[in-house]
């Protein structure tokens, strides 16, 4: 089973002759992606790594089926390509692209309203579900097959979690890189709920960081519905209050997404809090043994 | 990207956005001129002197080692002189600027809007910025003008309003009505308010602000809606859009290690604590702030070398890393993924060895692609680098450097 990808899933690449789509398309079919074609406006009707480059969305999802998009495109045209993957019916967009203007994405957010799309990211590392598909920028080796389901805002901290995770004798289900930015398409709760119903996996970490209600609204719904461990950190807690730390989320607003907030909540909704990040990998075992 | 005042007022009424007139100069002499066009204009012989720096609070903020306040009223040219003078190349400390205070470059020499006339002046509040809950640009505003609105929003939150702008189109008339209504606002000033609060929206939209706040939003005796103060934040990201307005950027407001950090594509924060850290990935370099503070430390920065860590970027943030003389020891913590750990640890020896004389213990943490290689190289340069392969390890040293 697992979720949002797996080897059936086929994936198209929005920016797929660029220099990040095509390094990332190979690192992708490598790993065994079915990666059926791109698109890349005004090349279409060639080839590129061996598969078909398509002018719009709308063509490549004629000719290919595909039902995954992943995009590479630059930041000023990246909300554009949200909503051109939307328009083709595509039912799940990963967006790479980090440094979208807010506003872009206030539209983009607006123009998948009641649509069937879902959107992952952006500003995101992509998702990979072990052994089967990687629709991201992830380092694969990593991820090494299992039943955890890992659910993040940052890139780095996805792979320190996962291997910790293999470290301690477990693999990963699905790993879901939902992006650092203020707006992105699929919140930590919509994320953490798809793998609390994944039959395929059995225990869930949870990274958030500074910023935003997205932890803590995650942690209020993980109360009533805690049927596996899941297991939490935040980064940022040294962070000091109004300067942004990397991500454009990243930013201390009020009394309530101080990291100190957060834990306190997950804590209080049944989440095993770790302080430090190198704690996530055996907090879990602990927590699936217990 | 922070503007001053003079600047975002200036962007404004490119949107018929109604603001304090004023001219920012430099120095004094300026000033006094400024003064006489000012009051040749307004026929008012008051008029105010407002420093200009990108922190809040100067009215109540005083230049050191003085009793200037950062912003003053004066009556004449001698009074204008006076006090520009003494703001002029002084360092103002307000409640936002910490005890360190700004260096004021410019002032703004700014008409006198308690001019009397018909009606009661009245100061009211309002900004525009992302409801990140919603995904929706919100104008909040309030009667309670001229204060912090913190402490209102925290005594008297039923004085604060909030009107949500809705994502496919701009702000509606009847929003602009409702807040102009509940503003108290009547007859022409009414009018003018609706009209105000739509031209901002529309400059908002238009400049790509993060954020954009009026304190105070004035209604002048004779019934105008003004911005007497205006703090402007551009969306970083959206400058691709506006070269124009990139280069409004006053390094001179920002702390010069991160904007050094910034030419070689770092992401830099410059902290208070004794221990360097240098991550790839913004994460997992706040994470590892966190362990070094649980390691007994306190992180001296946050930078994030982004998904190019190589020979050039490390040097680089081990020299900005190293300027802070407070800091007692460095943590390089990579996770090697597309970034190869032994072309970071080579990197790593190669700054090392250019740098010399580091007399403070370096631990490198390298996990990921090819980590075994890395630790290898890293152990056998013989230079005086611990490294580690788990997060766990490099918490350990990092505790034992300190102790």
Redesign the interface.
């Known amino acids: 089973m697992s979720v949002l990808v797996n080897k059936h899933s086929k994936i198209i690449v929005q920016g797929f002759t660029g220099t990040e789509g095509t390094f990332h398309a190979t690192q992708m079919i490598e790993y065994g992606t079915q990666v059926v074609g791109g698109v890349t406006p005004g090349k279409g009707g060639t080839q590129h790594l061996d598969r078909p480059v398509f002018n719009t969305v709308a063509d490549a999802v004629k000719a290919t089926d595909a039902n995954v998009s992943i995009i590479f495109v630059p930041p000023a045209f990246a909300a554009d390509a949200i909503m051109e993957a939307t328009d083709a019916g595509i039912e799940l967009v990963v967006c790479i692209t980090e440094g979208i203007p807010v506003q872009d994405m206030v539209k983009a957010n607006n123009y998948l309203q009641g649509k069937n799309t879902r959107l992952i990211g952006p500003n995101c590392p992509g998702v990979i579900t072990a052994g089967e598909a990687k629709v991201g920028i992830m380092p694969g080796f990593i991820f090494k097959p299992g039943r955890i389901g890992i659910v993040s805002k940052s890139g780095t901290l996805t792979y320190e979690a996962a291997d910790q995770v293999v470290k301690a004798g477990m693999g990963i289900s699905t790993a879901i890189g939902i992006g650092g930015d203020p707006i992105i398409g699929t919140p930590t709760v919509e994320a953490v709920k798809l793998l609390m119903n994944d039959p395929e996996t059995d225990g869930i970490i949870m990274i958030g960081e500074i910023g935003g209600g997205m932890e803590a609204e995650a942690a209020r719904w993980l109360k009533d519905n805690l049927r596996k461990p899941v297991v939490g950190f935040i980064a940022g807690q040294t962070a000091p209050p109004g300067r942004r730390m990397g991500h454009a989320g990243a930013i201390i607003g009020g009394a309530d997404d101080t990291a100190a907030a957060k834990m306190k909540i997950m804590d209080e909704c049944g989440i095993h809090v770790v302080a430090s990040p190198a704690d996530i990998g055996k907090t879990m075992v602990a927590a699936l043994t217990k | 990207m922070n503007l001053h005042e003079y600047q975002a007022k200036e962007l404004l009424k490119k949107y018929n956005v109604p603001v304090q007139e004023g001219i920012a100069v430099d120095n004094v002499m300026a000033a006094e001129e400024a003064y006489r066009q000012i009051k040749t204009q307004t026929g008012n012989n008051f008029a105010v002197v407002k420093a200009q720096i990108h922190a809040g609070g100067r009215g109540k903020g005083k230049i050191v080692g003085t009793e200037q306040r950062g912003v003053a009223v004066g009556k004449s040219v001698e009074d204008i002189a006076t006090i520009s003078k003494n703001i002029l190349g002084g360092t103002l400390v307000t409640i936002q600027t910490g005890e360190a205070g700004k260096v004021v470059n410019k002032v703004l020499v700014a008409q006198d809007v308690y001019y009397s006339g018909p009606n009661p002046v009245k100061e009211f509040y309002l900004s525009i910025l ?1 409801d ?2 919603t ?3 919100v104008i909040m505003y309030s009667t309670e003008g001229g204060m912090d609105i913190e402490e209102v929003a925290h005594n008297t939150p039923e004085k604060i309003f909030k009107e949500w702008v ?3 189109s701009p702000l509606q008339g009847f929003q602009a009505r409702k807040i102009a209504f509940n503003l108290g606002l009547s007859g022409e000033a009414f009018k003018n308010c609706v009209k105000f609060v739509t031209n901002l929206y529309n400059a908002y ?1 238009g400049l ?1 602000c ?1 954020m954009l706040e009026i304190n105070p939003l004035f209604k002048t005796s004779d019934e105008k809606i003004i911005a007497v103060d205006c703090k402007m934040n551009l ?1 970083d ?2 400058l ?2 506006h070269p124009d307005l990139a280069s409004l950027r006053d390094v001179t407001e920002e702390d010069p290690t991160e904007v050094e950090a910034g030419q070689y594509n770092l ?1 830099f ?1 410059k ?1 208070d ?1 004794n221990v360097g850290c240098m ?16 390691s007994g430390g ?2 001296a920065n ?1 930078l ?1 070398v982004g998904g190019t860590a190589n020979a050039q970027t490390v040097e680089a943030g081990f020299r900005i890393i190293m300027k802070d003389p407070a800091v007692k020891a460095i943590l390089i913590n990579i ?4 970034v190869r750990c032994d072309r970071v640890a080579a990197g790593v020896i190669e700054a090392y060895n250019k740098l010399g004389n580091i007399n403070i213990p370096i631990i490198v943490r390298l ?3 090819n980590a075994e290689e890395a630790k290898k190289l890293i152990d056998e340069s013989g230079l005086q680098v611990q490294s580690a392969i ?3 390890e ?2 350990d040293l990092v505790k034992k450097a300190l102790a």
């Open positions: 992302l990140r809950g995904k929706q640009n809705h994502a496919g939209v790509d993060a969306d990201n959206a691709m859009r992401n924060v902290l604590g991550v790839n990935g913004a994460g997992l370099a706040m994470a590892t702030m966190d362990m070094i503070k649980l306190e992180p946050f994030d996770f090697g993924g597309i996990q990921g692609t788990q997060l766990s490099a918490a």
